[in-house]
């Protein structure tokens, strides 16, 4: 079908309307063309695939992996639309999106690309899961993720003040407020782009990762694709979102603090205080700051940003730092001391961004090392003998915490995040263990080829099939390109080599 049912309205046409029409009798012009071009197509996905396929250094599983996931893409309840021949630029920004100088012709040119949180999550663009899949569009589609990241930018700068009931609390909030990056750009069966924030569970205008992720993904999109008039039109938005998640460092230190419920990525696992998970972010998006704003030269925004980001550090070392690695938060309680695997996520998107210098080394060098190692110690090997990837949580004994669901889960898209970090600091050994469980457990002994689930279980139990985070296995590809310019010697090992390539 060339059109989409979207809630009361009928969609613009499909992408492909553009070239075959939108009368619904393209099949046989789209047979014809298939039929006529397919050589073509295959060996030019032969040629981008090649030197990844015949590389002597990248054990057969990845490769697997790596170009297999891929699946999800096309096949994540995937929408790619055509704007309307008669839409205006106010149909896309919405009333407060006028400065965002590019919206218009980037999705006239490019069109609006959505896919599911999951088959089984049914919301457009769940942004804190595209945080971690946006690799895949970043390296391969840079344009459908700059398309996307402008109609979360236009998201951001508008709002709904419909009031709606949470199911979570009880509480009632109104479904968007300004500034505030959305969870979602709406549920399929709805009204997306025009129904933002579909997720009801929880009110999200309180989580503390969401409006981080987006200025992390600005910078990386810059810094992947050299694209000045987007990081022009992004910036305002990015101080937008940022004065507001200001407002989550309750005691000015630097550092912004977890509510005490679920409210971030991890939306079952409450934090208190500071944690590490969303501190490392937040210390990640105030570097980044620093560095966008040099570039447009904006020298009172440095200056309050350089400030922030150094009494930050010393909080999050001070507040989180136990020797060996982060600690959960900072509350104290009894699971405040658990190995997150995923306590290095700000280090990870500020190494994939090309900001691993002394002048944006916010997070000691020997600090990263030492908590990966204990990751790889605890939450990879203690886990069924190193053989399922990383649990998220685990207590520092050995044993799993069992605080929450997803705490003694092993999340896809965060194992190869994990593995990715720990290859971009020279660990590249223990990142491909790390990510081969994981693929082996998913691919052969649950079964679960291209319907890659959010989780898993030790006990084999699984949640929610067919998932948009573990296309963060490209994050694991940018780590072993970018490697490979710097030092051509720590490409990824021969399979069976034993000895950590140490950096």
């Known amino acids: 079908q060339p059109a989409v049912s979207q809630g009361t309205n009928v969609s613009p046409g499909r992408r492909y309307t553009r070239y075959f029409g939108s009368a619904g009798d393209a099949c046989p012009a ?26 002597s250094h990248l054990p057969p599983w990845y490769k697997s992996a790596l170009f297999n996931e891929l699946y999800f893409v096309a096949d994540g309840g995937t929408l790619w639309l055509e704007l309307p021949p008669e839409a205006c630029a106010e149909d896309v920004q919405g009333p407060a999106g006028a400065g965002l100088s590019q919206i218009f012709p980037v999705l006239r040119e490019y069109g609006r690309f959505a896919y599911l949180e999951g088959q089984e999550y049914r919301m457009y663009n769940t942004y804190d899961v595209h945080f971690y899949a946006s690799f895949a569009l970043a390296m391969l589609w840079p344009k459908l993720e700059i398309s996307l990241q402008y109609d979360i930018a236009a998201a951001v700068l508008n709002e709904d003040t419909q009031p709606r009931l949470y199911l979570m609390n009880g509480q009632t909030a109104q479904v968007k407020l300004k500034n505030v990056v959305p969870h979602d750009i709406g549920d399929p069966e709805d009204e997306p782009w025009q129904r933002v924030n579909a997720y009801l569970i929880h009110d999200t205008a309180g989580w503390k990762d969401l409006n981080l992720k987006f200025v992390l993904q600005v910078y990386r999109d ?29 005691d000015d230190d630097g550092l912004i603090e977890n509510s005490g419920f679920a409210d971030q990525t991890y939306d079952a696992w409450v934090a208190t205080g500071a944690s590490a998970y969303c501190g490392s972010l937040w210390l990640a998006a105030v570097c980044v700051m620093c560095k966008v704003a040099g570039i447009v030269g904006d020298g009172e925004v440095l200056q309050k940003y350089s400030a922030i980001r150094r009494k930050g550090a ?19 309680g009894p699971f405040s001391s658990t190995v997150m695997s995923d306590q290095c996520a700000g280090q990870w998107f500020l190494r994939a961004s090309g900001l691993d210098h002394s002048e944006f080394q916010v997070f000691p060098r020997s600090h990263i090392l030492s908590a990966l190692k204990t990751i790889f110690e605890l939450n990879v090997m203690g886990f069924a003998n190193g053989t399922m990837g990383a649990v998220n949580g685990m207590r520092p004994d050995g044993s799993l915490d069992r605080s929450s669901l997803q705490s003694s889960e092993a999340w896809v898209g965060v194992v190869y995040a994990l593995a990715a ?83």
């Open 30 to 55: 789209l047979s014809h063309y298939a039929l006529t071009h397919y050589e073509q197509w295959e060996e030019k996905i032969e040629s981008w695939q090649r030197p990844i396929l015949e590389s």
């Open 222 to 250: 810059y810094y992947l694709t050299q694209d000045t008039a987007y990081l022009q039109d992004m910036w305002p938005v990015c101080q937008a979102v940022m004065d507001l998640e200001l407002k989550f460092d309750t």
């Open 314 to 332: 010393e909080a999050f070392e001070r507040l989180l730092w136990n020797g060996k690695y982060y600690n959960y938060d900072s509350s104290g």
């Open 421 to 503: 970090t720990m290859i971009q600091e020279g660990l590249v050994q223990e990142g491909f263990h790390t990510a081969e469980g994981c693929y082996r457990t998913v691919w052969e002994r649950l079964g679960m080829a291209f319907q890659t689930p959010e989780a898993y279980c030790q006990q084999k139990l699984f949640r929610s099939l067919a998932y948009m985070r573990p296309l963060s296995i490209w994050s694991m590809q940018l780590a072993l390109e970018s490697r490979a310019c710097q030092a051509p010697a720590a490409e990824a090992p021969h399979p069976g080599q034993e000895n950590s390539l140490q950096p």
